[in-house]
């Protein structure tokens, strides 16, 4: 394990720790179902106790397993319109772990991420000034101080969780608690202090309704997960945007959102990986042979099932890394685009997917991966595709949507934040998706990847996500056009990843 490594898993290690006590505390007091951390730890992810892939199906069939499930019944996030029940577990599952100000430390070293916001907001203060500005998910107050000093007249800074506390003393403490005000609650259940109306004159569009609750000009938030939609903040956000933002003239920061994928030489994470996952049969067979000859107890007949539950462990799920882009086999393609001012909830449920259903056709992708050899000092002679990474980059620029392209402010210094490998360190990473056997990648051949990516939510969370992958590997003669001289093709292969 490399220093970066090293570090990586101290971090989340202790984060873990600290979202667990958080977890227990809220399930004694609020009697909800049992959740474990969201967070990724090392070469190893916390396990869901909600299994998010095939297995998990078979759980969640039965009435008792109904309080594992961290959705509401019209298969929604809880915060929208979940019932108590629903909304406790949703707490100790997702918010319960932004209380604590580790993880919120966390996000706030990672300079990559304050050097975009700050750029956003600073770098446009005639944007900000004289403006009403809400922040989804405040979490420490950062974003909404910065928006007050760049000369916003009101900033609501919202937060779900008691961090709210928090983003109050460091309101205070910066000078801003006469523009800043902190709402503690879900953005889909509050309202605006009724006091604003009339002392800030807010106002809808002229052709809004004069009831219209959407007076914000500017809406901020960092609401993006690992490979962009984990979590599903994204449907508080566009729920927040739909209740309070100004139709044509609001602003959204970021405004634009890009999700990527590409082939990856990683073959020694990828085997240390298969390594542990052999390692964990081993300790198995040798369990049961000794609770057989000890105990007098054949425990063969679970074998099965435990190599089910150690694939998907080890095997099938995503993993987070900081990879170098030497590890990069082809360049990466899109696998979707969001324009923030008019995407929707549909559009948060994931990537490929038919309107209104849990799966799709997906998204295409064709890599075609050059072997060169040695002695040209490029390429990747020797190599084999270990897998996939998938990242996503964020633009903070004017409005590009039919209403708001002309009656909305241009944004004059655009800002962007990139989460690849060509930025090191964020605490987003990239997600890897190992494949079980690597493909080779031969001198003077030309190894094309070719399939589809879909991205689903989970039967059993609403906030947690399976990616397919459907593909076939084939070689053919360098320098040849992609449908001639073929030389190899693989069988078809399918592959379920659940990120944790």
């Known amino acids: 394990m490399n220093s970066t490594a090293r570090v990586k898993l101290a971090r989340t290690n202790k984060s873990s720790f600290l979202s667990l006590i958080c977890v227990i505390a809220r399930l004694s007091s609020a009697h909800s179902a049992f959740a474990t951390s969201k967070f990724q730890v090392g070469h190893r992810q916390v396990h869901q106790i909600q299994m998010s892939s095939s297995t998990a199906s078979s759980s969640a069939s039965t009435a008792g397993d109904a309080a594992f499930i961290n959705k509401s019944p019209t298969n929604n996030i809880p915060t929208f319109d979940g019932d108590e029940k629903a909304k406790a577990t949703d707490f100790a599952n997702y918010f319960c772990a932004y209380s604590q100000l580790y993880h919120q430390k966390q996000m706030l070293t990672d300079h990559n991420r304050m050097a975009a916001y700050h750029s956003a907001i600073c770098g446009n203060a005639d944007l900000f000034k004289d403006k009403i500005v809400m922040d989804v998910g405040t ?62 004159g807010l106002t809808p569009e002229p052709n809004d309704s004069p009831s219209s609750t959407r007076v914000v000009d500017i809406i901020l938030s960092e609401w993006m997960g690992y490979f962009l939609l984990r979590e599903s903040m994204l449907d508080s956000l566009v729920r927040a945007r739909d209740t309070f933002l100004k139709p044509t003239t609001g602003i959204m920061m970021p405004s634009h959102a890009t999700m990527l994928l590409a082939p990856i030489f990683d073959e020694e994470e990828r085997r240390a990986q298969h390594n542990e996952y052999a390692a964990a049969m081993e300790d198995w067979k040798e369990f049961a042979q000794t609770t057989q000859n000890v105990y007098g107890v054949d425990m063969s007949v679970l074998e099965n099932d435990f190599d089910r539950e150690q694939k998907e462990y080890y095997v099938l799920s995503s993993r987070w890394a900081e990879l170098g882009t030497g590890c990069l086999l082809a360049a990466p393609c899109v696998v979707k685009e969001l324009d923030m001012h008019v995407c929707t909830v549909e559009d948060a449920r994931g990537v490929g997917l038919a309107m209104g259903q849990d799966e799709g056709s997906g998204v295409p992708f064709d890599f075609d991966i050059e072997g060169r050899r040695h002695d040209d000092g490029h390429g990747m002679a020797g190599s084999s595709v270990s897998g996939f990474a998938g990242w996503f980059t964020v633009d903070f620029k004017s409005r590009s949507d039919d209403a708001g392209r002309d009656a909305a402010p241009q944004v004059p210094n655009p800002a962007y934040l990139s989460t690849g490998p060509e930025m090191g360190y964020t605490h987003w990473g990239q997600q890897v998706f190992h494949l079980p056997a690597a493909i080779p990648v031969l001198a003077d051949q030309t190894t094309r990847i070719q399939g589809t990516m879909e991205m689903m939510r989970t039967k059993e969370s609403a906030r947690l996500y399976n990616v397919r992958y459907r593909f076939t590997s084939s070689r053919r003669k360098a320098g040849t056009a992609k449908d001639e001289g073929i030389l190899m093709k693989g069988e078809p292969m399918e592959l379920v990843y659940q990120i944790p």
């Open 139 to 200: 979490g420490s107050g950062i974003l909404a101080v910065w928006a007050a000093q760049a000369g916003a007249r009101r900033v609501y800074a919202v937060e779900y969780t008691d961090m709210a506390k928090h983003a109050r003393r460091v309101v205070e403490a910066n000078g801003v608690a006469h523009i800043v005000t902190v709402i503690q609650g879900a953005v889909e259940d509050i309202i605006l202090p009724k006091s604003d109306w009339e002392e800030l």
